[in-house]
């Protein structure tokens, strides 16, 4: 297959269309917070809305704001209107263009520089405000002690509730999937259209049905009684949550376009439910707030959650990283190896962890302990202390432990005779089967079917102190070895057959990794910079090619054609037709005038910037299905070269104000974007905005 079909393949297989990777728990996305105390914006947010502009439009107890992602500036409306009162408390944007705007003495909305207001409603506290699918405008007014449920037309305005049927009034409003209409009110739930309306008592809500939202198959959602509900032909049913997630007071539901149900609660912050599993975000994990007033997606398919005390936004992350939130038995990982049976093993400083299709089974408690063969007294992996794990060709996880140097079989560790344990830099296993293990301390061990066949001293090597990498050479016996002080060197038969040093073009500094792609090229990560060996010749690409800095962790290849590169600075991709281009160069000893084309994803993209390389084999693996694990040092991070979420939506561009002459002029002010400036302008400055939120 040629370069450029892997480049469709990879563009059609990028997740494009924005969302949420719904496989993932709250605090696995990128997670920003907006707090009041810190002014942002004056008082508490109670309703969200994005315009088609772009903008995002707070309601808040002080008036309407709107926000550009980067700043909110209070809104108002021309001098000779205004809105029936600064507190708002419920916002939509209607299909058309119309923002409309409830607020604490009536409805309102706005559209080509004017303000409408609807005196059906005034007086009363719009709760409420939807869209139908026929394009009408549904408003709740709440009062005492009769409340409205009106319909806006094109030409009419129709209420019902003056006979005190709906009670104080709605206190949410919900069209499902079918056309229903649902109307949350103190006592139940009111089925309002089609057909004339139903009525389902549900006693016991003290401030009324507010919590409504639709399963996944259609089945309307219902939050009562200190729990969520199905409500199936007027009965309920109770929804299946984890028992963790415990009680809480469903106020807003919101099912976001990948399939996940996010629930705003009145005392327990978000309830997240995703893939037959739930996670909490409260307070304690920095969300601005317990009380949950309004959630909302974006066009770009971030999250927004207005709170008691700010403004949360999770968007997805290209990388994202597994901790002790998902069930690591430890953040503190050292290293890291995948299985054929889907499976990832992490030595962690609390024992093993076995990560499986998103479930993850610890090894460290003596609830579940790992036995030495020995018939020892069952230990587990956390007194054995892991610290270095590798797989073998036939799919065995070897591990290195403070105890010894074994394999895990089932839930037994088998202990190697003869090998010692402690801190193992590197472990490989050449096409003879024989294993190979750089162990710091005590030298290069090579091991064929349980038995050690040699141990060589580092002080065999000369002075280049002990082995920090290895790699097998796939085309025969033998090991590739990388050194802590710098040089690679392949050693076969008892003997140095070939080195290489920085004097023949090898980057600086430790060797921290080395490895041959699928093309049986030798790379070897450096401190300065990553360097290709083949045919005996080794060239060194660095800063001056286009990396981004020249300290690099490790190099390997997916299974898409592109080549991944953790540096100090930041996960570099780079893609395989990119770098050919740089090796086609290094074939003619031109390789230092080749530039190259990289991606760079840093702290924004949910990678943690790291000056220096872990210490024990397995920093990086790749799983079965073609995603990428490696170590920031805190926890595991995770990244699928198929499916990366980039952003194409062109951000809109507003101008938001015209200086001219030192004087300002507002970009909207009559709706349409026309500013009128005097004539013989000598001086003019446009401040604009790019909206992505």
């Known amino acids: 297959m040629t370069r450029g079909a892997w480049a469709a393949i990879v563009l059609m297989a990028c997740r494009c269309a924005f969302g949420l990777n719904p496989a ?14 810190d002014g942002f914006p004056k008082g508490q947010i109670h309703a969200l809305a994005q315009t088609s502009d772009g903008y995002l439009w707070l309601g808040s107890e002080f008036g309407l704001f709107r926000f550009d992602g980067v700043k909110s500036l209070p809104w108002q409306p021309p001098a000779d209107q205004h809105l029936p009162s600064k507190f708002i408390i419920h916002l939509l944007s209607a299909r058309d263009g119309t923002l409309w705007i409830g607020t604490s003495k009536g409805l309102a909305s706005w559209k080509d520089g004017r303000l409408t207001q609807y005196p059906e409603l005034a007086g009363f506290y719009i709760f409420a405000i939807v869209e139908d699918r026929e394009g009408s405008i549904w408003a709740s007014g709440v009062s005492v002690p009769r409340g409205k449920l009106c319909a806006i037309g094109k030409r009419s305005v129709r209420c019902r509730g003056e006979d005190g049927v709906l009670g104080r009034g709605a206190f949410n409003l919900y069209e499902d999937r079918k056309g229903n209409l649902w109307a949350g009110v103190k006592n139940g739930l009111w089925r309002w259209k089609p057909g004339p309306p139903t009525f389902f008592p549900l006693d016991g809500e003290p401030d009324g049905i507010q919590g409504l939202g639709e399963d996944d198959d259609g089945t309307l959602l219902v939050g009562w009684n200190g729990a969520l509900w199905r409500f199936v032909d007027g009965k309920r049913q109770a929804y299946p949550l984890p028992r963790t997630t415990g009680q809480f007071r469903a106020k807003r539901l919101l099912r976001d376009r990948d399939g996940a149900l996010w629930i705003g609660t009145s005392d327990r912050g978000l309830v ?5 599993r739930a996670d909490v975000f409260a307070v304690t994990d920095s969300l601005s707030g317990e009380n949950v007033y309004s959630i909302f997606a974006d066009r770009e398919g971030s999250i927004w959650v207005s709170t008691m005390n700010g403004l949360d936004r999770f968007r997805d992350l290209a990388v994202s990283n597994v901790s002790t939130r998902q069930g690591l038995s430890s953040n503190h990982v050292t290293s890291i190896a995948t299985s054929n049976d889907e499976s990832v093993w992490l030595a962690t400083r609390a024992g093993i962890s076995r990560w499986m ?7 460290g408690t003596r609830r579940r302990a790992f036995a030495t063969d020995q018939g020892e007294r069952a230990r587990s992996l956390k007194e054995l202390a892991p610290m270095a794990l590798f797989r073998g060709h036939r799919g065995r996880i ?3 432990t403070v105890n010894g140097f074994g394999y895990v079989d089932g839930e037994r560790f088998v202990a ?3 090998v010692p344990g402690g801190p193992v830099n590197a472990i490989a296993e050449d096409t003879t089967g024989s294993l190979w293990i750089a162990n710091q301390n005590r030298g290069l061990f090579q091991v064929l079917r349980g038995s050690v066949v040699q141990r060589l001293p580092w002080s065999r090597f000369g002075e280049m102190a002990h082995a920090s990498a290895l790699a097998a050479d796939p085309s025969g016996e033998g090991v590739w070895i990388g050194f802590h002080f710098g040089s690679v060197a392949y050693f076969n038969g008892n003997d140095v057959r070939a080195s290489y040093s920085t004097s023949a073009g090898l980057g600086e500094g430790r060797v921290n990794y080395l490895g041959f792609d699928q093309r049986g090229v030798l790379w070897a990560a450096t401190e300065g910079g990553v360097s290709r060996l083949k045919d005996g010749r080794v060239a060194t690409l660095t800063t001056g090619n286009g990396l981004p800095c020249d300290g690099v962790h490790w190099i390997v290849e997916d299974d898409v054609d592109s080549y991944w590169l953790y540096t100090a600075c930041g996960l570099v991709r780079i893609s395989g037709a990119d ?7 290094a074939d003619k000893r031109e390789d230092r005038k080749q530039s190259i084309q990289v991606t760079v994803f840093d702290e924004s993209s949910g990678v943690r910037s790291l000056a220096r390389a872990g210490y024990f084999s397995g920093q990086v693996a790749k799983s079965v299905d073609g995603k990428l694990w490696f170590l920031p040092w805190d926890g595991v991070a995770v990244v699928d070269p198929r499916n990366i979420p980039i952003n194409q939506l062109p951000p809109p561009v507003q101008i938001e104000q015209i200086i001219a002459d030192r004087k300002p002029y507002d970009g909207a002010a009559d709706g349409k974007g026309l500013v009128r400036l005097p004539p013989l302008i000598r001086d003019l400055r446009i401040d604009y905005t790019a909206l992505s939120l």
Request: hydrophobic share 45%; proline share 3%.
């Open 579 to 585: 770098l050919d281009i740089w090796a086609a160069a």
């Open 357 to 363: 299709r998103g479930q993850i089974m610890n090894y």
């Open 24 to 37: 993932l728990d709250v605090s696995q996305y990128a997670h920003t917070s907006w707090k009041i105390r």
């Open 398 to 400: 070897w591990a290195a």
């Open 272 to 276: 997240h439910v995703h893939q037959g």
């Open 416 to 418: 190697l005779p003869g």
